[in-house]
């Protein structure tokens, strides 16, 4: 047996088998765990308020406007559809656009009332609306009461806790400042009018009453929240494709207020076809403020040419010029405003030159068409730019600026720039060459104007000038007119497939089943670590396997527990399981002696780790059932640190074992009869100062060995062997030695010190007694034992016979699982 035993260095071992045995066994406490845990989901879910999504569909469309032509350049392509729709989704989760959508629909101001376990979110509820004072800081986190009284005067009130700071926050809504003032918190209580100014500490502004029934005396609350804080709960607004690279998206919001969801996606998609009508309408507005500034310029030198001309014409009696004359003026006029028109578009690319090398913001620049400009590659490049730096502009509200899509879009920026820096050289050079040819042609016409007379050489001027800005204006003009029919005629690109609307359904939590389940798995789980833990860190010997698995010593048997008052448990119930399992031991201690080929009297010493194992009690019985069986028996007591055995045969201590050892008494005075037949006891006597010392001398040899000339059973009840090394000592005169283990008592550790001496010989023939076993132990063992034991051991020289009568696991566990049903 020896060979095949193995154990770790710890003593210690995980029983899988007791583990599984052990859940039957406290299956009450996973029903109570499960319970409670039901308990407690039930009480979370009731309280939860219920959860709700709401959804829009819309789509982006392309739409270009119908009296767009190249020649205006007031409109330009953002990309297409792909990249407005990946705009749109970004910008409906950008802070800027959702606090366009807050100050809207003003939701930093909620709306409460009370609800069955907790208060509710009344907005669209209430019949009031609350309106502050922009102007005005409004006290933040703190709930104000409304109460009605009649039609037209509520009450308002606040009530203050002790756990409340001394400092209120106030927050301006227009400015975005805050503000701490201290408070006294005193409770504030003041009755206002309907639509009366509100002028108390802690709101500033006016209640109007709505169509929605009142109910006189019931408690509405209201509360200024964080703005910020407001304003990021909304951007988690869902948007997503409808299909991968579908121009149409589905926007989705949850919340506990089905109108306050439905208000806000509506509005969020309001103000988004707003912002991109805006911006398709960037180059129409941005031209048209541009051509309102020179029209103003153009009108007033108009104005004044006109009067010159007039004035000219009275002054020197001349109507009109000559036919030679006009003929001349005619075609200057033509050159002149083939000049000018020329000029305009070198001043544009000038300017945009200048523009581009030294901008950063690319968004005003005016249209090309403005200065008469219609090449296709210069207006398509100055469209992309705008909408490049459109798009820039509008990330920068909801990325970090080290985001990777900024250096993409300077990317496309600084290249299509460079493109069109390139071409604004080449149709420069080309437009100061056909300036040139003009003035070669104005200078010989004006040799022939030099041949007129003076009065038409000045009124040719005059008109000259006239004409050339009536021309101009007139070119305002037109495009002027033609950029606001654009800009009338441009529709959003956002149509709206399935506005957000209540049907009645929408509700997606809260998930009362995952409660459910999250109670039963939790339910289950403690109990089972509970059992896990008590199984794997139980340091404790629990039933004979444990024995096998951490010794290699024999299991003699095992002693049940003992219901009687004293340690005579067998003379006082003789039939008793307690006394049948001590006739077990005998008869396994004779087949011991008998395999060892011990004849004539015997002696047993019995020991244990430490005190509380039931050592004497063991030694007392075993004493019991030899005299019992008709042999003369001494149980001699040699715990002479704490003597026990004179209490349960009512008998005395005075004289014993010490007082023989010490030479006070002879052998013969030390024993002292007991009131049953063939059983004869020694004391241990006083306590003397140095035990150890007493219990090796040779007078300690000569009194076992005239007491086994005398009895033919000597039992030892010997001190703890994991305490003294009186028992190792006394060992020598054993023929038989029993280590006591009590269940549930003695540690597996304990038991490393009985091992190590075991193996190197300093014990002998020494067998393991497992006592205080119950049946219906905490593990749920379920051994067959018959008697109370079960385990009978006999030693043939280094041989052991091992007998076990337990039942296959599966039958244990079947048994456990038929009684579990039963209850």
Aim: with cysteine; aromatic share 12%.
């Amino acid at each position: 047996m020896e060979e095949d035993f193995e154990v770790s260095e710890s003593n210690a071992y995980f029983d899988f088998k007791g583990f599984i045995v052990k859940i039957f066994s406290y299956w009450y406490l996973f029903v109570i765990s499960i319970l409670i845990g039901m308990g407690i989901a039930y009480f979370i879910n009731v309280r939860k308020q219920p959860i709700y999504q709401i959804e829009s569909l819309i789509t982006i469309k392309d739409d270009q406007n119908p009296f767009f032509t190249s020649n205006t350049s007031l409109t330009f392509n953002w990309g297409g559809v792909s990249d407005k729709v990946n705009t749109t989704v970004t910008t409906l989760k950008t802070r800027t656009h959702n606090e366009k959508v807050v100050n809207r629909l003003r939701l930093y101001l909620q709306y409460y009332e009370d609800g069955k376990y907790q208060k509710e979110d009344a907005y669209g509820k209430v019949p009031f609306v609350v309106m502050e004072d922009s102007l005005e800081a409004q006290l933040i986190g703190k709930e104000l009461t409304i109460r009605f009284i009649d039609e037209t005067s509520f009450e308002l009130s606040l009530t203050f806790d002790d756990e409340d700071p001394g400092n209120l926050s106030y927050y301006n809504y227009t400015t975005k400042e805050t503000e701490n003032l201290y408070s006294k918190k005193e409770d504030y209580k003041e009755t206002f009018k309907v639509s009366e100014y509100v002028n108390s500490p802690y709101f500033k502004g006016q209640v109007f009453r709505n169509s929605i029934p009142m109910s006189l005396d019931k408690p509405y609350y209201i509360r200024f929240t964080n703005y910020y804080s407001t304003v990021k709960k909304f951007q988690d607004i869902n948007v997503s494709p409808e299909n991968k690279g579908s121009s149409i998206l589905n926007l989705s919001l949850n919340g506990n207020n089905k109108e306050k969801l439905v208000d806000y996606l509506n509005t969020t998609v309001q103000v988004l076809s707003e912002d991109m009508l805006n911006r398709k309408n960037l180059f129409a507005t941005k031209t048209i403020r541009f051509i309102d500034s020179s029209l103003t310029e153009k009108s007033k030198e108009l104005k004044s040419v006109e009067e010159e001309l007039n004035q000219f014409k009275i002054s020197n009696d001349i109507i009109d010029l000559t036919e030679e004359s006009s003929q001349i003026r005619e075609r200057l006029t033509n050159l002149d405003l083939e000049k000018n028109s020329i000029q305009r578009q070198i001043d544009y690319y000038n300017g945009l030159e200048q523009y581009l090398r030294n901008r950063q913001n690319y968004s005003d620049v005016p249209a090309p068409s403005v200065a008469g400009i219609d090449e296709p590659s210069i207006s398509q490049a100055v469209g992309k730019i705008v909408a490049l730096s459109e798009q820039r502009s509008k990330y920068s509200y909801s990325l970090k600026t080290d985001a990777p899509i900024f250096n993409d879009i300077d990317r496309q920026i600084d290249a299509t720039k460079s493109v069109l820096l390139e071409n604004i050289g080449s149709t420069e050079n080309i437009l100061l060459e056909q300036l040139g040819n003009i003035r070669r042609n104005e200078a010989e016409l004006e040799k022939q104007i030099r041949a007129l007379p003076k009065e038409q050489q000045d009124l040719l001027k005059i008109e000259r000038r006239y004409t050339i800005s009536e021309e101009t204006y007139s070119l305002f003009l037109i495009k002027r007119n033609e950029a606001g029919l654009i800009k009338a005629a441009n529709v959003s690109d956002v149509q709206i497939i399935d506005k957000a609307m209540d049907t009645g359904g929408g509700k997606i939590g809260p998930n009362t089943q995952l409660n459910y389940v999250m109670a039963l798995l939790i339910g289950s789980f403690v109990p089972l670590v509970f059992v896990f833990l008590l199984v794997f860190l139980d340091n404790k010997i629990n039933n004979p396997k444990d024995i096998n698995k951490l010794s290699p010593i024999p299991l003699l048997g095992v002693v049940g527990k003992s219901k009687s008052p004293s340690n005579l448990a067998v003379f006082s119930k003789p039939r008793s399981a307690i006394a049948e399992s001590f006739r077990g031991l005998r008869t396994s201690m004779q087949f011991i002696f008998k395999q060892q080929h011990i004849q004539g009297n015997k002696t047993i010493l019995i020991t244990s780790s430490v005190s509380g194992e039931g050592k004497t009690f063991t030694a007392i019985n075993m004493a019991s059932v030899f005299s019992m069986s008709g042999k003369k028996t001494l149980l001699i007591g040699l715990d002479l640190r704490k003597p026990k055995i004179f209490e349960d045969f009512d008998i005395t201590n005075d004289i014993g074992v010490v007082n023989y050892l010490i030479g006070q008494n002879s052998a013969e005075e030390i024993i002292q009869k007991t009131n049953y037949e063939n059983l004869d006891v020694i004391v241990s006597g006083p306590v003397p100062p140095n035990p150890s010392e007493l219990l090796m001398g040779d007078k300690m040899d000569i009194l076992i060995a005239s007491l086994k000339e005398n009895y033919d059973c000597v039992i030892m009840d010997t001190p703890p062997i994991g305490l003294v090394s009186d028992a190792l000592n006394l060992g020598k005169y054993a023929d038989a030695s029993i280590y006591l283990l009590r269940q549930n008592y003695t540690k597996k550790a304990m038991l490393s010190v009985i091992n190590d001496k075991y193996e190197k010989g300093e014990v002998k023939n020494i067998s393991f007694i497992l006592n205080y076993f119950q049946h219906k132990a905490k593990y749920g063992y379920g051994y067959d034992y018959g008697y109370g034991y079960g385990y009978g051991y006999g030693r043939y020289g280094n041989g052991y016979l091992q007998t076990e009568k337990k039942s296959s696991f599966r039958k244990r566990v079947k048994r456990k699982l038929k009684k579990i049903f039963k209850l």
